[in-house]
């Protein structure tokens, strides 16, 4: 391997930043007719939602590993590595094949009238690809962002489609309800394809129903919420619900057509249901509550497509059991101290994070190391927050959108250090022996800090 080479591609794919996030689909089909249009040959799950897209990918994905099918999975953001986002059989690319691939791709984007690609765009037609080329039985495709205009709905018939928790995030591109939200997530529902959902928790189908009409807004093509879902309030469900039906596509709501019952609760296992169809006695490895719902999701997008996709009971325990996603609740005890690294990035996230501390009995210190994009609601964050730690160290990554971690230190009344590594150094002493230091608020924060404290290298951070 040149390391040069992939430094020089890494660096110049980081260029494309400054064209920020465009979200359209025109320019990413014209480049995909230039590169072959590879999509058009892969078995697709596509994935959307606000929180949990990202852990679901991985447990379809492992589910199907387990079951012995070949397998592609992309995945945003990287946690450490650009080779993170694209994964064979369960291993990143190698760096390599990013330099092969980013030369094409330089090549074709050279043509006269070629479109001028987002670094979101180039990446994910660097999947496209990598995936075209090899024999995979099953792709995951996470959404980036939103999901109507995301560069992976150039997708047009994938097997199914998943949606998971629809919560606020990026509403300066997504709209400022969650009816609005949930319309560009729903975006990505085809004609005729299952939509496999946990847009709505749970719980919330047992309310009393009424009447509903409302529409997600006047942007220009949103997806309109058409009158007719029968809840005493809109909720993003109705949308998810209401696109699936204007398309013929088989609407399976979490809470709903598809059941999760918690036959154990100190064992965190599941039992899934589809109609006729079962899954006992499944144990979600990834930590936290939350994610019984996304393991439930996963579950079910196999259940809903038994003729396409026929998987067995026992690949869906092993797959749901075995499957590792980093930094989402993941302990890592390191010298005299224990840390908690978590993506969240949003009050959802901090919700969930919450949820999972005040069910972990404690006798030393917990510090939390936070910082965040100026452009989320991390005012909300830390209010949930601050309760359940005992002091709050401010940082900011070296991002352009980052908050700047003296802003954030003087409205929580925490202490700022001047970077991440610094903040996670002074985390430890506050924490003291035995004690914990939680590092969440930005998944570009965790990054840094748990490759600083794994001692993994770490490329420059990228905000997509």
Same mark, same amino acid.
């Given at each position: &391997?040149?390391?040069?080479?992939?430094?020089?591609?890494?660096?110049?794919?980081?260029?494309?930043? !400054?064209?920020?996030?465009?979200?359209?689909?025109?320019? &990413?089909?014209?480049?995909?007719?230039?590169?072959?249009?590879?999509?058009?040959? $892969?078995?697709?799950?596509?994935?959307?939602?606000?929180?949990?897209?990202?852990?679901?990918?991985?447990?379809?994905?492992?589910?199907?590993?387990?079951?012995?099918?070949?397998?592609?999975?992309?995945?945003?953001?990287?946690?450490?590595?650009?080779?993170?986002?694209?994964?064979?059989?369960?291993?990143?690319?190698?760096?390599?094949?990013?330099?092969?691939?980013?030369?094409?791709?330089?090549?074709?984007?050279?043509?006269?009238?070629?479109?001028?690609?987002?670094?979101?765009?180039?990446?994910?037609?660097? *999947?496209?690809?990598?995936?075209?080329?090899?024999?995979?039985?099953?792709?995951?495709?996470?959404?980036?962002?939103?999901?109507? $205009?995301?560069?992976?709905?150039?997708?047009? %018939?994938?097997?199914?489609?998943?949606?998971?928790?629809?919560?606020?995030?990026?509403?300066?591109?997504?709209?400022?309800?969650?009816?609005? =939200?949930?319309?560009?997530?729903?975006?990505?529902?085809?004609?005729?394809?299952?939509?496999?959902?946990?847009?709505?928790?749970?719980?919330?189908?047992? *309310?009393?129903?009424?009447?509903?009409?409302?529409?997600?807004?006047?942007?220009?093509?949103?997806?309109?919420?058409?009158?007719? +879902?029968?809840?005493?309030?809109?909720?993003?469900?109705?949308?998810?619900?209401?696109?699936?039906?204007?398309?013929?596509?088989?609407?399976?709501?979490?809470? %709903?057509?598809?059941?999760?019952?918690?036959?154990?609760?100190?064992?965190?296992?599941?039992?899934?249901?589809?109609?006729?169809?079962?899954?006992?006695?499944?144990? !979600?490895?990834?930590?936290?509550?939350?994610?019984?719902?996304?393991?439930?999701?996963?579950?079910?997008?196999?259940?809903?497509?038994?003729?396409?996709?026929?998987?067995?009971?026992?690949? &869906?325990?092993?797959?749901?059991?075995?499957?590792?996603?980093?930094?989402?609740?993941?302990?890592?005890?390191?010298?005299?101290?224990?840390?908690?690294?978590?993506?969240?990035?949003?009050?959802?996230?901090?919700?969930?994070?919450?949820?999972?501390?005040?069910?972990? !009995?404690?006798?030393?210190?917990?510090?939390?190391?936070?910082? *965040? &994009?100026?452009?989320?609601?991390?005012?909300?964050?830390? $209010?949930?927050?601050?309760?359940?730690?005992?002091?709050?160290?401010?940082?900011?990554?070296? $991002? +352009?959108? *980052?908050?700047?971690?003296?802003?954030?230190?003087? +409205?929580?009344?925490?202490?700022?250090?001047?970077?991440?590594?610094?903040?996670?150094?002074?985390?430890?002493?506050?924490?003291?022996?035995?004690?914990?230091?939680?590092?969440?608020?930005? =998944?570009?924060?965790?990054?840094?800090? %748990?490759?600083?404290?794994?001692?993994?290298?770490?490329?420059?951070?990228?905000?997509?």
């Amino acid at each position: &391997m040149n390391e040069e080479r992939y430094i020089e591609a890494v660096r110049w794919l980081y260029g494309l930043q !400054p064209r920020g996030i465009r979200l359209e689909l025109d320019r &990413m089909r014209a480049a995909c007719a230039l590169a072959g249009d590879p999509q058009k040959s $892969l078995r697709v799950i596509h994935v959307a939602g606000t929180n949990g897209k990202g852990s679901t990918s991985a447990t379809v994905e492992r589910i199907a590993r387990e079951a012995g099918l070949r397998t592609g999975l992309y995945t945003s953001p990287h946690l450490h590595s650009f080779t993170e986002r694209v994964r064979i059989d369960g291993v990143p690319i190698a760096k390599d094949e990013v330099v092969s691939r980013v030369d094409v791709i330089r090549g074709l984007l050279a043509l006269p009238g070629a479109p001028e690609l987002t670094f979101f765009e180039v990446t994910t037609l660097l *999947a496209f690809m990598a995936f075209a080329e090899r024999p995979l039985d099953l792709v995951v495709l996470e959404v980036g962002l939103g999901g109507r $205009l995301d560069a992976t709905n150039v997708i047009e %018939r994938p097997l199914a489609c998943v949606i998971t928790h629809v919560a606020f995030d990026h509403q300066a591109y997504l709209g400022n309800t969650l009816l609005e =939200i949930a319309g560009e997530k729903a975006g990505i529902v085809k004609a005729g394809v299952p939509v496999i959902h946990g847009a709505t928790d749970p719980e919330d189908f047992g *309310a009393q129903r009424r009447g509903l009409s409302g529409r997600t807004g006047e942007r220009e093509g949103a997806l309109p919420v058409q009158a007719g +879902a029968d809840f005493d309030e809109p909720r993003a469900a109705d949308v998810v619900d209401a696109r699936a039906a204007a398309l013929g596509a088989p609407s399976v709501a979490l809470g %709903r057509e598809l059941s999760m019952t918690v036959t154990s609760a100190e064992l965190g296992i599941l039992d899934v249901a589809l109609g006729e169809s079962r899954v006992t006695d499944l144990m !979600p490895g990834l930590v936290g509550r939350h994610q019984r719902n996304n393991a439930a999701l996963a579950v079910g997008a196999f259940l809903a497509v038994p003729d396409m996709l026929p998987i067995d009971g026992s690949a &869906m325990r092993r797959g749901v059991s075995s499957v590792e996603w980093p930094g989402r609740l993941e302990t890592v005890t390191k010298g005299e101290h224990t840390f908690l690294f978590d993506a969240a990035h949003n009050l959802d996230g901090a919700r969930s994070l919450v949820s999972h501390l005040i069910r972990i !009995p404690h006798d030393a210190a917990r510090v939390l190391v936070f910082g *965040a &994009m100026a452009d989320k609601d991390w005012t909300s964050m830390l $209010l949930v927050l601050q309760p359940h730690v005992d002091a709050i160290v401010t940082v900011a990554p070296p $991002l +352009a959108r *980052a908050e700047k971690a003296e802003v954030i230190a003087e +409205a929580v009344g925490g202490s700022a250090a001047p970077s991440v590594i610094d903040g996670v150094e002074e985390a430890k002493r506050r924490a003291g022996e035995g004690g914990t230091v939680i590092v969440c608020g930005s =998944i570009f924060v965790l990054a840094e800090a %748990r490759a600083h404290v794994l001692g993994l290298a770490q490329e420059p951070l990228i905000a997509m």
